[in-house]
């Protein structure tokens, strides 16, 4: 069919993304004449790959690790939330130009919003890691008015870069400090692969011992559902919120742009992702 459209996810490796199964969905669920595949490549071909999209049909995909700083490289725009992270998620063209997008931090605020309404008043947010994700996370609170942001990393150099990149609002700290960050906090964040079904650490990220009644607990790990975090949190009796709805929510902005209709995340398609983890 010559007006089908296509778009793709590539990351290195790749099998496992759940993105196929999502774009899947909503390309049955709309009728859309339109295909998303999952393609595996090797860091150093990326740059080839991405110069090469236009030549091969694509109307755009997703970026996922490795990629997504060689993904900003390549594109010849960025969106604010890019440029922002310095990172790039999602590619589309605009006049025959590749830009680059990210989606991450609109995906970790809509799921918030949907789970945990009114979240950015909530009072100072606790950070905690200081990667790629982060960045996304960060990227969020700033962009709803979270005056106050405490990221605390393993490795602290990491967390002094971030304070330096994303200014006043953004303090650095020592992950021995959380306890005592934590005691007036609104809103805690996990951006660490803590938690993560096979990864070697397995108890809670942090103690939530002095977290206040009416704080958020959420996690960007989504296998499992229930981190150990957020099970911590929910026997302390506080609001938690699931990583799972960060992925659903990123992959919106993508799936419009290539395919021309906002798709909506719904409880079927939740159900459907979950049942298959
Ligand atoms: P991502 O893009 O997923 O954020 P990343 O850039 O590799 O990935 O960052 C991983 C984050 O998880 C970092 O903050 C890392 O801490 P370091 O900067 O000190 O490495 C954190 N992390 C990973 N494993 C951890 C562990 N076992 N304990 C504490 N922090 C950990």
Not at 122 to 145: F, M, T, Y
Not at 266 to 277: C, E, F, N, P, S
């Amino acid at each position: 069919m010559a007006d089908m459209k296509k778009a793709f996810v590539c990351g290195h490796p790749i099998a496992h993304s759940r993105s196929p199964k999502i774009h899947g969905y909503w390309l049955r669920a709309y009728g859309i004449a339109g295909s998303y595949e999952a393609i595996d490549v090797a860091p150093a071909d990326a740059a080839a790959f991405f110069a090469g999209l236009a030549q091969k049909g694509f109307a755009g995909g997703n970026v996922t690790i490795p990629h997504k700083e060689a993904a900003f490289a390549a594109a010849v725009r960025h969106d604010e939330a890019a440029e922002a992270i310095g990172a790039v998620n999602t590619l589309w063209f605009e006049d025959g130009a590749l830009v680059g997008g990210n989606t991450d931090a609109a995906g970790f605020a809509a799921n918030l919003d949907e789970h945990a309404p009114g979240w950015a008043g909530n009072g100072p947010a606790v950070v905690l890691g200081a990667g790629g994700a982060s960045r996304a996370v960060i990227q969020a609170l700033r962009e709803r008015g979270v005056r106050d942001i405490r990221v605390a990393n393993r490795t602290v150099s990491r967390a002094v870069e971030l304070a330096d990149r994303f200014g006043a609002t953004l303090s650095a700290h020592a992950v021995e400090a959380v306890p005592e960050l934590l005691s007036d906090a609104g809103l805690l964040v996990n951006t660490t692969a803590v938690g993560m079904a096979g990864k070697d650490a397995d108890g809670p990220v942090a103690d939530l011992a002095r977290l206040p009644r009416h704080a958020i607990v959420t996690d960007i790990v989504y296998v499992p559902l229930e981190t150990p975090l957020l099970a911590a949190a929910k026997r302390r009796g506080l609001k938690t919120v699931d990583g799972l709805g960060m992925l659903l929510h990123q992959a919106v902005p993508g799936f419009e742009r290539w395919f021309g209709r906002r798709p909506e995340v719904t409880d079927q398609l939740r159900a459907m992702i979950v049942a298959d983890m």
